[in-house]
């Protein structure tokens, strides 16, 4: 079998040489041990999980085997498990789910979450459920004031992501949950950057409901999961044929889920040395690239490790990513979330840090992996640098301020 | 590989180089920015030289048409972007279309036009309408 690549190999027919990737904020390489064990299940599970007999029943125990490692990875009990094909559809079923079962209400969230949310809510509001969303302060993070005061007496929700995918910045889910315990509120928490990165207690936390994906954490794609506390009233999205309980229909892919849950097992063990590895090496890009004149951080240093987020004004966000992505070596980055640039504006995310347009269009998103080496950092950090000077060099000073 | 699409070809072209290296009639340009070299239009002929200004709602592209015309056409048309390649590619195309043009001629290209040269997504197609809005700002000032 062959081994997953560290680095592209497929790079733009441009480069001589291969590229780096620093973009598992978008995706994260699938493991080797995880695809050796897939191509396992795919080998021996050939049957469906439903199935009575031993053929379905050794598929089923695949799944099985699944849920516990997710359940252990957040401290939830196994039948809290519903299995989806990601991140989008669990927070699609958490809401949608929850509003339904509450006839409408009350919803809160807030501005900087990610799509999956935001257009969830707003499709609810067409349909009537209100909704609020609220602000962040300049860090990104959201005010527990602001919070309290928004709950009225028909809020049946409160939806926030444990880490921002574009800045990395951390919510404080423990106090938000303990909150919403003392009220009364189903808390969704969209975990689709934190799962294996920091540590999830869904019992500590107070956490209802939790979308997780798989890969976001070294898993397949087109696998995912939300947790449901026993009792959260929620309504079923997706019918036919009664799998999962009824809670979500669709004979399970059982490989993918399998794969999921042995990426769970392998993060399980090796979270906190990771988790110091990696961010050993975001310091080191970011000392790399603190010298260019101008470059604002958007999001603590104490945000997760894995995502540096940084704007350099008077430089266009997609220019520089047009560059970066050519050239050698290539470096496989963002400038953002792809939803703002196919909307063709700036990152809401840090315009709702008080970020200027400007300044916002100049961010460029780097997340490394655990694969991510420091060469990898080092060459990247270059090349930002060169890449910088050489746009700011040309720059239209009729249409650009200075840095 | 995917086929570099028409308009990441255009933006690519020698005078927008990545390595940086300007060529051809303009004189400065890279990935977010390309800027004309001065109008050379014809002598005696020139009646007016203005300036048009369009950015997208957000304000993370900016495009400037620089054009100069004479009674009926345009002489010379050349642009500066802020923003992302596909806004250079546009306002890049839309210059070379529209010299020497008539101005109704010029009134008349349409973002169908750029969308079809550039094999645009519906995504990218605010790239046209930046640069074309551009050019209206333009030629709402001519006193024709």
């Known amino acids: 079998m062959s081994s997953v690549p560290k680095t592209l190999t497929e790079a733009p027919a441009e480069n001589s040489g291969a590229g780096i990737y620093l973009d598992h904020a978008a995706t994260t390489p699938v493991r080797p041990a995880v695809i050796e064990y897939m191509a396992d299940v795919m080998n021996t599970c050939g049957a469906n999980p439903s199935s009575g007999h031993q053929p379905g029943q050794a598929a089923a125990a695949r799944i099985d085997q699944a849920a516990h490692n997710l359940a252990a990875l957040i401290n939830a009990p196994v039948k809290g498990i519903v299995w989806t094909s990601g991140a989008t559809e669990a927070t699609n079923l958490a809401l949608k789910g929850v509003a339904e079962f509450h006839g409408g209400g009350h919803i809160i969230g807030v501005v900087s979450e990610h799509r999956a949310t935001l257009d969830t809510l707003t499709w609810l509001e067409r349909r009537g459920t209100r909704v609020t969303r609220l602000g962040v302060d300049a860090h990104g993070h959201i005010d527990l004031a602001a919070l309290a005061a928004a709950i009225v007496s028909d809020t049946c929700c409160v939806s926030i992501m444990h880490v921002n995918n574009e800045t990395g910045v951390i919510q404080d889910v423990a106090a938000i949950g303990a909150l919403c315990a003392e009220r009364n509120i189903v808390l969704h928490v969209d975990a689709a950057q934190s799962l294996g990165k920091l540590a999830i207690d869904v019992d500590a936390m107070h956490i209802d409901l939790l979308s997780v994906s798989a890969h976001k954490m070294g898993g397949p794609q087109g696998a995912g999961a939300l947790y449901v506390r026993p009792r959260v009233g929620l309504v079923a999205q997706i019918h036919g044929g009664g799998q999962q309980h009824n809670r979500r229909s669709g004979t399970l892919p059982v490989q993918q889920i399998a794969g999921f849950g042995r990426a769970c097992e392998l993060a399980l063990g090796e979270r906190e040395t990771t988790h110091t590895q990696v961010c050993g090496l975001r310091e080191r890009l970011w000392q790399g690239l603190a010298g260019i004149d101008g470059i604002v951080r958007n999001g603590a240093a104490q945000g997760a490790a894995h995502i540096l987020n940084v704007s350099f004004p008077a430089v266009h966000g997609a220019a520089l990513l047009t560059g970066l992505t050519r050239g050698t070596p290539a470096l496989a980055v963002s400038s953002g979330s792809a939803c703002s640039a196919a909307r063709a504006e700036s990152s809401y995310v840090l315009r709702a840090m008080g970020r200027s347009p400007q300044l916002a269009a100049a961010a460029l998103r780097l997340s490394l992996g655990r694969q991510t080496t420091s060469a990898d950092v080092d060459a990247a950090a270059a090349r930002v640098v060169a890449e910088v000077a050489r746009l700011r060099a040309l720059a239209p000073s009729t249409l650009v301020q200075p840095a | ?144």
């Open chain 2, 1 to 144: 590989m995917s086929a570099v699409p028409a308009w990441l070809k255009r933006f690519l072209q020698p005078q927008f180089a990545l390595a940086g290296a300007a060529a051809g009639a303009v004189t400065d340009a890279n990935s977010d920015f390309g800027m004309a070299a001065e109008p050379d239009p014809e002598p005696n002929i020139v009646t007016a030289t203005v300036t048009g200004r369009a950015d997208t709602p957000a304000t993370d592209a900016v495009c400037e048409i620089y054009l100069t015309v004479d009674a009926t056409r345009i002489v010379v048309m050349r642009f500066a972007v802020y923003g992302p390649p596909v806004v250079v590619a546009c306002a890049d195309w839309l210059c070379e279309a529209a010299s020497g043009r008539t101005i109704a001629a010029a009134r008349g290209l349409s973002p169908q036009d750029l969308q079809q040269a550039l094999a645009l997504s519906a995504q990218q197609r605010y790239g046209a309408l930046l640069a074309l809005d551009a050019l209206d700002n333009a030629l709402s000032q001519l006193q024709i």
